[in-house]
């Protein structure tokens, strides 16, 4: 599992090559309407939410008017895993009306998306707090946007689980049948894999069993009942050496608490990323020249 926030891991996206995407998709041959305002025309801008959230995007946001114009200045009045109050200056904007006419959707695209990636984040860590559980998201990500997300996720203050296909083996029920059995499954694993970690999706107390018998490094409880989870927990605890818990299926906002009171280690929460909703963000202009 991957750590809490740490603004670092945006390092390791490559920010540049996502924003030159979204600027070729949105202008394409060139804005004709930002060629409406003259060339020499300068603006300065502000961007407000309109509603609490923590904010995430900051280096895509400041990206796009630097691939647009390195002149641009972006002066910022809160940083990535931040709390941001409703009618709060997020930043201003300052340079050539042009280039911050035809940056203006891609900039705010960015930011609302993981600010609102980041925002969900936290409403589920703050749903178990003072548990011990730690909040864990999925693969279920906008399609380029993977690191990116998983970036707001640690914003939020949740914990990445694994980042791709690449860094964990996670055996699920096609894995298991192809494999022949869960000990087939875990033996191939590791010997296939050595070193990375192993998870492996169990669907009832008699497959926790057979897995238990050579646990791996973390078992997934996949739509156990909270019954289930109890007596999931209080098993594995017999084991001198544990496995990590983690709970996964039909978790909500309503649902997340008793969940987490059952003693599970982690909860993954495939809406933090999927069920995405953008934070609501505007962007004021008036001239300088």
Same mark, same amino acid.
């Given at each position: 599992m991957h750590g809490r926030r740490d603004p670092r891991f945006a390092v390791l996206i490559d920010i540049d090559a996502q924003v030159a995407a979204a600027l070729r998709e949105d202008v394409g041959?060139?804005?004709?309407?930002?060629?409406?305002?003259?060339?020499?025309?300068?603006?300065?801008?502000?961007?407000v939410t309109r509603e609490d959230a923590v904010l995430c995007g900051t280096?895509?946001?400041?990206?796009?008017? $630097?691939? =647009?114009? +390195? /002149?641009?200045? !972006?002066?910022?009045?809160? %940083?990535?895993? @931040?709390?941001?109050?409703?009618?709060?200056?997020?930043?201003?904007?300052?340079?050539?009306?042009?280039?911050?006419?035809?940056?203006e959707r891609t900039a705010l695209n960015f930011l609302q998306t993981l600010s609102g990636t980041a925002t969900a984040a936290r409403r589920y860590v703050d749903a178990v707090e003072g548990t011990g559980c730690r909040i864990l998201d999925t693969r279920k990500t906008l399609p380029g946007l993977r690191l990116a997300q998983k970036y707001a996720v640690r914003c939020g203050g949740a914990q990445n689980h694994r980042l791709g296909l690449h860094d964990m083996v996670l055996i699920k029920e096609n894995h298991i049948a192809a494999a022949g059995s869960i000990?087939?499954?875990?033996t191939?694993? $590791?010997? =296939?894999? +050595? /070193?990375?970690? !192993?998870?492996?999706?169990? %669907?009832?107390? @008699?497959?926790?069993?057979?897995?238990?018998?050579?646990?791996?490094?973390?078992?997934m409880l996949d739509e156990f009942s909270l019954a289930d989870l109890r007596a999931a927990v209080a098993r594995n605890?017999?084991?001198?050496?544990?496995?990590k818990l983690e709970a996964s299926g039909s978790v909500s906002l309503e649902t997340i608490r008793a969940i987490?009171?059952?003693?599970?280690?982690?909860?993954?929460?495939?809406?933090?990323?999927?069920?995405?909703?953008?934070?609501?963000?505007?962007?004021?202009?008036?001239?300088?020249?």
């Open positions: 041959g060139g804005d004709v309407t930002a060629a409406l305002v003259p060339p020499d025309e300068r603006v300065e801008a502000r961007v280096a895509w946001f400041d990206a796009v008017f $630097r691939a =647009l114009d +390195p /002149g641009i200045r !972006v002066s910022w009045s809160a %940083e990535d895993g @931040g709390r941001i109050m409703r009618g709060a200056e997020l930043c201003r904007v300052e340079g050539r009306a042009r280039p911050i006419l035809t940056g000990r087939a499954a875990i191939a694993a $590791r010997t =296939l894999s +050595p /070193g990375v970690p !192993v998870e492996v999706e169990v %669907e009832n107390l @008699g497959e926790l069993e057979e897995t238990l018998t050579m646990p791996p490094d973390v078992i605890r017999t084991l001198g050496r544990p496995a987490a009171e059952t003693g599970v280690d982690y909860i993954s929460v495939g809406a933090i990323t999927k069920h995405l909703r953008a934070l609501d963000l505007s962007m004021r202009m008036t001239t300088s020249s």
